[in-house]
C-alpha cells in the first residue's frame, strides 16, 4: 500500500466472467466501491480506492477478481528490485531531458 492508505497503481483482475479495476485515490476520497469490494477492502484496511465492477454481478466472482488484481500490485521497491535498479532509477529527473544518443562515428572515405 502506498502511504498506508491506497494503491501504488491502477490494476485490474478477472475470475470467471467477472472484471474489477482499482484506482489509487487521494486522501480524503475513502472507499469507493460497491458492495463485496467494499468489504474487502475494509478488511485488508485500504482506506482510499475507487472500483469498479464490471461483467459478472456474482459477489464470489467479484471478490476472486479483487484478490487476482490486488496480486498483481506491486511498490516500487520490488519493481526496482526485480530490474536491479534503484527506486529513483525507475522514475527519472522530470526536470532534465534524457541523454542524447552517442553520435555514430563517420569513417573517412579513403
Do not use: Y
Not at 47 to 56: E, Q, R, Y
Not at 87 to 102: Q, S
Amino acid at each position: 500500500m502506498k502511504e498506508g492508505r491506497t494503491l501504488h497503481h491502477d490494476v485490474e483482475g478477472h475470475f470467471g466472467a467477472g472484471n474489477v479495476v482499482l484506482r489509487s485515490a487521494t486522501a480524503g476520497t475513502g472507499i469507493i466501491a460497491g458492495g463485496p469490494l467494499r468489504a474487502v477492502f475494509e478488511t485488508l484496511g485500504i482506506g482510499d480506492v475507487v472500483a469498479k465492477s464490471l461483467g459478472s454481478r456474482n459477489p464470489h466472482n467479484m471478490v476472486k477478481a479483487a484478490f487476482a488484481a490486488l496480486q498483481k500490485c506491486a511498490s516500487p521497491r520490488s519493481v526496482a528490485t526485480r530490474r536491479g535498479k534503484k527506486v529513483p532509477e525507475l522514475f527519472g529527473r522530470r526536470d532534465t531531458p534524457p541523454p542524447a544518443p552517442p553520435a555514430p562515428e563517420v569513417q573517412p572515405n579513403a
